[in-house]
């Protein structure tokens, strides 16, 4: 005799279905550490058996770095939208100011979800850190193509420590709530601190 007490499933194409099971991810990795995150929570807050998200990811951790994947997009894009609104001719400055509170819109957007690697740092799965490495590198590659500055190995540690920087202005940002009324002392800080390193915009 078949049962009847089990709670019918939506049917979604594979790409919602992937969506979906991603958008669970996030707000479980968001609300407890990745150790304590499970599949079958995930799979129960997308509405999905732990079966069919097997179908989409081979375990936990290639579902974190999937996720961890997604945010490195959706970051790009957010910011490349961003600048591609401005006019041609602008400043330096008004660049990094433009990128910089794109990065701010697209933390306030999953805060604890930002902030759990660098308040638990060494916990996510090696193939996410080695992900965010890479996307660090990424960015470094941006800024350098932004500013254009000189090879000088102080020009060099001024666009790395610019990242550090803001990230920890960034997570005291999320400790506070991300209040709106913090953001441009945020970014003023944060570019006044690339510029402090570069000795000069026009570096």
Same mark, same amino acid.
């Given at each position: 005799?078949?049962?009847?007490?089990?709670?019918?499933?939506?049917?979604?194409?594979?790409?919602?279905?992937?969506?979906?099971?991603?958008?669970?991810?996030?707000?479980?990795?968001?609300?407890?550490? *990745?150790?304590?995150?499970?599949?079958?929570?995930? @799979?129960?807050?997308?509405?999905?058996?732990?079966?069919?998200?097997?179908? *989409? %990811? /081979?375990?936990?951790?290639?579902?974190?770095?999937?996720?961890? =994947?997604?945010?490195?997009?959706?970051?790009?894009?957010? =910011?490349? &939208? /961003?600048?591609?609104?401005?006019?041609?001719?602008?400043?330096?400055?008004?660049?990094?100011? !433009?990128?910089?509170?794109?990065?701010?819109?697209?933390?306030?957007?999953?805060?604890?979800?930002?902030?759990?690697?660098?308040?638990?740092?060494?916990?996510?799965?090696?193939?996410? @850190?080695?992900?965010?490495? =890479? $996307?660090?590198?990424?960015?470094?590659?941006?800024?350098?193509?932004?500013?254009?500055?000189?090879?000088?190995?102080?020009?060099? *540690?001024?666009?790395?420590?610019? %990242?550090? %920087?803001?990230?920890?202005? !960034?997570?005291?940002?999320?400790?506070?709530? !991300?209040?709106?009324?913090?953001? =441009?002392?945020?970014?003023? $800080?944060?570019?006044? &601190?690339?510029?402090? @390193?570069?000795?000069?915009?026009?570096?």
């Amino acid at each position: 005799m078949a049962r009847s007490d089990r709670h019918p499933r939506t049917r979604l194409d594979p790409d919602a279905r992937r969506a979906s099971l991603l958008e669970a991810a996030a707000v479980e990795f968001a609300a407890l550490p *990745y150790a304590e995150v499970t599949i079958a929570a995930i @799979a129960r807050r997308a509405d999905a058996s732990d079966a069919l998200l097997y179908r *989409y %990811f /081979a375990g936990k951790e290639d579902l974190y770095t999937a996720l961890v =994947q997604l945010s490195v997009e959706r970051l790009l894009a957010r =910011q490349s &939208a /961003a600048l591609a609104a401005l006019p041609v001719g602008v400043p330096v400055r008004d660049l990094l100011h !433009c990128t910089t509170s794109a990065y701010l819109d697209h933390i306030a957007t999953h805060p604890n979800g930002w902030a759990t690697p660098l308040r638990s740092p060494g916990s996510e799965p090696a193939a996410a @850190a080695g992900l965010r490495l =890479q $996307a660090r590198h990424d960015y470094v590659q941006r800024l350098r193509a932004l500013l254009s500055p000189s090879t000088q190995e102080r020009h060099e *540690y001024a666009l790395w420590g610019y %990242f550090g %920087f803001l990230d920890a202005a !960034c997570l005291h940002w999320v400790e506070r709530g !991300c209040p709106d009324d913090d953001r =441009q002392s945020l970014i003023d $800080a944060a570019l006044g &601190a690339l510029e402090g @390193a570069l000795g000069d915009w026009a570096a």
